[in-house]
Structure formats: structure tokens, C-alpha cells
């Protein structure tokens, strides 16, 4: 992976602006051309005007390999700014794949290739040039299964804070209990600060893996089937949780369960075979699918 | 249903037979441990009871005047052992981290039966090599700058031999490396990927990744694979004899010859045709088994705790 030498990417944290997101910083770079939408065929789906919010994320002719299998066709999808999307399919489609191009995770196994464009705020972010680790504070990630890192509860939310900027102890404090705050979890955790992260809850866990996600500021929180290894009880803890971090985060989720993604998405893509064979806005999607195979799925013929 | 009585009965047969196959082996195991403690401890009475607690404290050792103490090869069994897990495991961590996180599959194939040869090699080997090879390099080379460069501490001071506890040291590392570098390999490879990448994904380079999330989940396996290469050094015999210099005596000097327990068995047992000589060397035994067995349960105990404190149990 892309090696930066750690002095040139923390951001020293002035005092004064530490309320400040650092994205505040950046000032929005002119928009670049939105390259033009492939000739897909019957797949012919994505169109930004789709979106009442401005996109966040643009993808364009996304494709992707593992070694010689290509598994990504042609993906094109728009993710609206501070909306809930939702990504869909039966297993086996493409879905984590596709979001994991999202933070470039998938650069960390060797046979795995994208190609395409895939624009953060009009920035490619497959470009090789791209700041890795930077991506990656931006685009946070919650996969599967909870992985508190083999440390306390403070140090799990601290994790993230301490390896982009540096700040002082009661800064650190302050923005870890904002995190738990952000991820409901304070309450819970409190006073259990010091015991390590693995001696939560699995739903608890969850919401921490959130809250250290959260904690660095990202503005695109990516949600791999984040409640397939929590109970029911957690799994609408966690749902109600994805509503309250819309107002400020733009999130796409990966799931199983299609009354979840009905329940908590703006918007939702339909992804079989790893094409993106329908797109647009989740109540749409759900009442009234154009493509065949979107209303077979989701009306449990398959899948 | 038509569950025949016969059947049923037969059916408890195995189970009664194997249960009754694996107590009678553990138990073996067990009588056997404790054999030899009791066997040992029953032929080093007359030098117990000679020499008392004292055989502990002093390092004077002669035949002629039939005066024992195993100071000096506790000692160097002690620091002989420490010294090549200081040079080893911080080997064996890196090349086992090259081998899983790093190297190219196709290299990491060829590094990885390169040490694990090195496992294969006879440890006479090891001691011929060093005694001829190793032990002149060292004190031709090694020992001089080291001498130079550090030569302020008591540790460096002295003639440079070659050959002594420095040198046994290293060899002793060379030894345990393919071992520990084995388990850490493993340990390694076991750590959830999905752990890993949560770590990459905060923005972690992958030495944060290995240094924050890699090493502390395994820390139990890799101090498992520390325990291992100790307990290979703390007793081994042929390399260190060699090289060790074979000399009854207490130095601060690293490059002073020096002997450990084992060494001074195989050179001793064979003409100590006295009584309480013989007896004393036995009693040697005795501690050295007594030290591992101890180092073993404050390994465990230690490693319990560490896996409460990170929230995972054995």
C-alpha cells in the first residue's frame, strides 16, 4: 500500500479550530466534467438527475477484477450528500465489492484491480496520486462483524484521532465522548472507558466501531451488512442510529435484508451479477421497480 | 422404535475402552513428570544435604576438594538463554511479519523453508561450526567493536576470545529463531482480516496496522512462541559446550568463558566417579528442570492476566 511518511499527513490541530472539521479547510475545487454515461445495454439505469441531493460520490464505468474473473460491470451509481443509500442484491453480486472500491480497500490484496472513475466532490479517487490515508479518513468503514481493536473502550474511539492529528489529552477526551455521543453509546460505556472494547456487547461493539469511524470526521460512512452479526434488538438500535448520522454524514449501506434498506434509505441500488441493474429512490424501487429482475428480487422470487 | 437392548450395550464399548486408553495416558504423562523430579531430587540428596542452599549461592567448584556450588552455571544458563532471545525474537518477529504481511508469495515461500532448514540442522553442527567458524569471526570482528563502541559497560570488558557466553548467545539465537519465527508465522497468519482492514481503514500505514492491531491481538500466540524458543535454549546442550568455554567462574563479562548447566553435565558426568561429585551434577539437573518448570507457570500466569486485561480468554 501507499507508504506517506507520517509528519507530512497529521495535521497539527490549532486549538482555536478544533471545533472546525477539517474538510472546512479544503476549499471545494471546481467541479470537473461528469464523464459521459456508457452505452450499458438493458443496464442503461443511473442518470444524476435521479438525485434531489447534490452527489457525493459519482461513479462512472466502474469495473473490477479479481485476478482474470472479472466481477464489476460497468457500475455506474450517484450517492447523494447527507442521504442514507442503500445497495442491495442477492450474495455473491458485487455489493461489498463495489463499496469497498470506495476507500480503496480492496489495494490490499494483490489480485484485486478497479477501473473506472469514481469521483469524492469531483475528485477521482482512483487516481494513483490520491492520498490514501487521507481517503480513508474521509471514507470511513463498518464492516460485518464488530472489530473493536485489542484495546479499551477510550483507546478504540481514540484510534483514529491519534493517528490523523495531533491534540491534547483533553481535547481527545472531548471528542471521544462526542463520538460515543454520535453513536449513541456514551450512556453505556461511561463508565466503562478503561475495559477493553471486546467486553462490549456485540450491538455495543458495533456502535463503537461507529463511534471510532465517526470520531476522525469523515464525510462518507461506508456500512457493510453492519447488523448481520447483532440481534434484533441492536440490529433497531442500529438503524435508528443510521437515521440520526444522515444529518451529517453521507452513508452507504450494504445489506441482506431488503425491509432494512426499505426502511432506512433515501436511495437504493439493485445490483445482480455485479451490474447496477436499477437505481433511484428507495419508495420508488420498492412500489414500482421498471427492470424485471429488480421486482423478482425484491418480491422474493430469488435471491 | 426398535432400539435393540444388544445394540446399545456394544455401542458403550469403545467409549468405556478409549476413555479408560486416554486417563491411563495422561496419567503416564503426569507419573512420569513427577518421576523425575522424584528421581532427581532422590539421587541429589547426599549433595542437598552437603551443600544446603548454599549450592545455589556460591559458584566455587571442585572435584579435589570436593566443594560444589552452581552459581556460576545458573548463571550462565540464565544469561546465555536471555541473550538469545534478545537477539531472536525481535528477529523472529520481523522475518515472520515479512513473511505474512510483506514479502511476495514466491519469495516468502523460499525465505520460509530457508528457516525452516535452519531448524533441521543438528545442533552439533551448530557447536562445530561455531566453535571453528563463529568463535573466531567473533573475536576477531565482533567482539573488538563492540569493545570499542560500548566498551564502557562492565558487559563488553575483557579479552576477546570468541569464544564464551557472548558467543553461545548468539548461536543459541541462531537455534531458536526457525522455531519462534514459526509460531509468530502462524499467529500471524490467524489475526482476522477483517480486523486488519478495520485498522487500514482509519487510515493506519501497515506498521500501525501491525504495531497497534497485529501484535497486541496475538500477543498471547507470540508469547507461546517465546516460551518455546526459551525452553529449547534453557536446555540445550551440544552447541552451547562447545562454545561456552567450559569455565567454573562468575564474570560481568559477556565475553567471559562461562558455563551453563547443561554444558557442565556433559562435560562432567563421565569422570565424576565420586559420590557427592556426582550427586552435586545430578542436583545441577534437578535446578534446571525445577527453572523451566517454573519459568513455564509464570508464563502462564502472566499470559492469563494479559489475556483479561485485552478482554479474550485462553
Redesign the interface.
Known amino acids: 500500500m501507499q507508504e506517506v511518511p507520517a509528519e507530512d499527513r497529521r495535521e497539527d490541530l490549532d486549538p482555536v479550530a478544533a471545533g472546525e472539521s477539517p474538510r472546512d479547510a479544503r476549499s471545494a475545487p471546481p467541479a470537473p466534467p461528469v464523464p459521459e454515461v456508457r452505452d450499458r445495454g438493458p443496464h442503461a439505469v443511473a442518470d444524476p438527475s435521479t438525485l434531489e441531493a447534490p452527489a457525493k460520490i459519482l461513479v462512472r464505468g466502474l469495473d473490477f477484477w479479481y485476478g482474470d474473473r472479472q466481477v464489476l460491470f460497468g457500475n455506474d451509481l450517484e450517492v447523494a450528500e447527507r442521504r442514507v443509500t442503500a445497495i442491495i442484491g442477492p450474495s455473491g453480486c458485487g455489493k461489498s465489492t463495489h463499496i469497498r472500491v470506495y476507500n480503496r480497500m480492496f489495494e490490499l490484496y494483490r489480485d484485486q484491480r478497479a477501473s473506472g472513475t469514481v469521483l469524492l466532490d469531483g475528485e477521482n479517487l482512483l487516481d494513483p496520486e490520491m492520498d490514501l490515508i487521507d481517503l480513508r479518513r474521509r471514507v470511513g468503514m463498518i464492516f460485518q462483524r464488530p472489530t473493536p481493536f485489542p484495546m479499551s473502550v477510550f483507546d478504540n474511539v481514540a484510534y483514529g484521532l491519534r493517528l490523523h492529528y495531533r491534540i491534547s489529552r483533553s481535547q481527545l477526551e472531548e471528542r471521544v465522548e462526542s463520538a460515543l455521543r454520535g453513536a449513541a453509546l456514551w450512556d453505556e460505556v461511561n463508565d466503562k472507558l478503561d475495559e477493553p472494547g471486546t467486553a462490549l456487547s456485540g450491538g455495543q461493539q458495533q456502535r463503537l466501531c461507529i463511534a471510532r469511524a465517526i470520531a476522525v470526521e469523515p464525510e462518507v460512512l461506508l456500512m457493510d451488512e453492519p447488523t448481520s452479526a447483532v440481534d434484533p434488538v441492536a440490529t433497531a438500535k442500529l438503524e435508528e442510529l443510521v437515521d440520526t448520522l444522515k444529518d451529517q454524514y453521507t452513508i452507504v449501506i450494504v445489506t441482506h435484508n431488503m425491509q432494512q434498506a426499505a426502511r432506512i434509505s433515501d436511495f437504493t441500488a439493485f445490483f445482480y451479477k455485479g451490474y447496477v441493474v436499477e437505481f433511484g429512490p428507495t419508495e420508488r424501487i420498492f412500489t414500482n421497480p421498471s427492470e424485471r429482475q429488480t421486482e423478482d428480487y425484491i418480491t422474493g422470487r430469488f435471491g | 422404535m426398535s432400539t435393540r437392548p444388544g445394540r446399545l450395550g456394544s455401542k458403550r464399548w469403545p467409549d468405556v475402552l478409549f476413555r479408560a486408553a486416554a486417563v491411563t495416558c495422561a496419567a503416564l504423562i503426569c507419573l512420569l513428570m513427577a518421576g523425575f523430579f522424584v528421581e532427581l531430587a532422590r539421587n541429589a540428596w547426599p549433595s542437598i544435604r552437603a551443600f544446603g542452599f548454599g549450592f545455589l549461592t556460591t559458584s566455587t567448584w571442585n572435584p579435589v576438594t570436593r566443594t560444589f556450588g552452581a552459581l556460576s552455571s545458573i548463571y550462565g544458563t540464565l544469561l546465555s538463554t536471555l541473550l538469545a532471545l534478545l537477539i531472536a525474537v525481535p528477529l523472529s518477529l520481523a522475518t515472520a511479519l515479512f513473511l505474512v504481511k510483506l514479502a511476495?508469495?514466491g519469495l516468502a515461500k523460499w525465505v520460509r523453508q530457508g528457516v525452516e532448514l535452519l531448524a533441521a540442522i543438528p545442533s552439533i553442527i551448530f557447536g562445530m561450526w561455531g566453535l571453528f567458524v563463529f568463535a573466531p569471526y567473533m573475536a576477531d570482528h565482533v567482539q573488538p567493536f563492540l569493545q570499542k563502541v560500548l566498551g564502557f559497560l562492565p558487559f563488553f570488558r575483557g579479552p576477546t576470545m570468541g569464544i564464551g557466553i557472548f558467543t553461545s548467545g548468539v548461536i543459541l539465537a541462531l537455534m531458536v529463531i526457525p522455531f519462534i519465527t514459526a509460531v509468530m508465522r502462524d499467529v500471524f497468519t490467524m489475526t482476522?482480516p477483517?480486523?486488519?482492514?478495520?485498522?487500514?481503514?482509519?487510515?493506519?500505514?501497515?506498521w500501525?496496522v501491525v504495531r497497534?492491531?497485529t501484535i497486541?491481538?496475538g500477543?498471547r500466540g507470540l508469547a507461546g512462541g517465546v516460551f518455546l524458543g526459551l525452553g529449547r535454549a534453557i536446555g540445550e546442550t551440544m552447541a552451547v559446550t562447545f562454545v561456552i568455554g567450559n569455565n567454573h567462574q562468575l564474570s560481568a563479562s559477556l565475553f567471559a568463558a562461562g558455563n551453563s548447566i547443561a554444558s557442565t553435565l556433559a562435560n562432567e558426568f563421565t569422570e565424576a566417579s565420586e559420590p557427592l561429585y556426582r550427586s552435586s551434577l545430578i542436583e545441577l539437573g534437578l535446578i534446571l528442570l525445577a527453572m523451566t518448570f517454573l519459568i513455564q507457570v509464570a508464563a502462564h500466569l502472566w499470559l492469563n492476566r494479559l489475556g483479561r486485561?485485552?478482554?479474550?480468554t485462553a
Open positions: 511476495p508469495p482476522p477483517v480486523l486488519e482492514e478495520a485498522a487500514y481503514g482509519m487510515g493506519a500505514t501497515t500501525e497497534n492491531v497486541p491481538y500477543v486485561a485485552s478482554g479474550r
